[in-house]
């Protein structure tokens, strides 16, 4: 548990890093998500559902430009840095079949007991997200690998 917080932080602090301030609304936006109740619009997953402006959406969260989590921290720019995390780019998946509901999950859940690199992945890169940005990050990492 100590690791994981400790992992946590790395990201904050990336995220502080990489955002530019606006930290206390990170907060609170943070603790808005943690309370909102359970995702009822994470029904659809049908890749033709997924619109421009969720992966724009997807494309600011992964880098930290908006939100609170910095996907590329961990798994680079490119998404296929493959150092401390895996290259999200191919189509090779360690945590499901790759499906965009399949991502989701990960990302919803995290990475608790890795079966490739060291360190984990904390449940939503590390700050709780809207249902709306979890699923725009999805979007955008589930497109980067079937174009
Ligand atoms: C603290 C570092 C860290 C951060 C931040 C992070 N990840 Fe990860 N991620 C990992 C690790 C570590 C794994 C799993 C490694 C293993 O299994 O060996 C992983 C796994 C994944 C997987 C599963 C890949 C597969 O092959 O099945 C996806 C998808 C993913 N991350 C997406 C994201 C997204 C999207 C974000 C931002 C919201 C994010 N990650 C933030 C470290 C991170």
Known sequence: MRHLMHLAAIALVATAC??????SAADSSAAAASTEAAPAAAASFDPATITPAMLAQGDSLFHGLIGATSCQACHGADAAQGTVAPVLTDAE?????????????????????????TSM???DGGIPMTEEHRRAVTAYVYKLSHK
Do not use: N, R
């Open 121 to 123: 992945m904390p449940p």
């Open 18 to 23: 990489g955002g530019g301030g606006g930290e």
């Open 93 to 117: 998946w360690l945590h499901s079949d790759g499906s965009w509901e399949g991502i989701y999950k990960t990302v919803q859940a995290g990475v608790s007991q890795p079966k490739k690199f």
